[in-house]
């Protein structure tokens, strides 16, 4: 990740980012890439922990380095990705990914597909995200169903943010 950055997906296929005052890191027309031209608007972002980005949109999931360079010429498809909705990493770097037709795909930090061919079963119906906790369960809601599908322990534990931070409005654990 460029440090003290925000980034963020639009619906032209780029991605932008920003420092914590506002300018612009990555100049008018953002980043685009996965393969340019390639790139279709971006459903999901998440770092893994060496910072790179990985982006999910309806094309593939795009892996880009701390500096904003796409590593692939094409997204991701391998594992069952099949319009991917949203992406979380794993306390290892796994990359997992939700999929509009309900199935869950899993990449390794390298990129290279750990689920089967057709995904991993998932919450049956448009995901609306997906998330990690710090025991391992793999959290999927549904946009449709109303539902939130828990994968318990399938993912390797992703630490808290801060550890003995206390709690009440504004802190994050």
Known sequence: MIAGSVWFGDSTGSLS????TGVALTGTSGFT??????????????FDASGRMWVASSN???????????VSSTPNTSGGI??????????VGQVWVANA???????????AAVSPASGYSGP?????????????SVWVPSGTANTVTRILGAAAPVAPLATGAASGPGVRP
């Open 17 to 20: 980012v920003f420092d914590l």
């Open 33 to 46: 890439g996965g393969g340019v031209g390639s790139f279709a608007g971006p459903l999901g972002l998440a």
């Open 60 to 70: 593939g999931v795009s892996e880009f380095t701390r500096q904003g360079g796409a």
């Open 82 to 91: 099949n319009d991917p909705q949203a992406v979380a990493v794993d306390g």
């Open 101 to 111: 037709n309900g199935t869950v795909s899993v990449l390794s930090n390298a990129g």
């Open 124 to 136: 049956g119906s448009t995901p609306a995200g997906i998330a990690i906790d710090i025991s391992g």
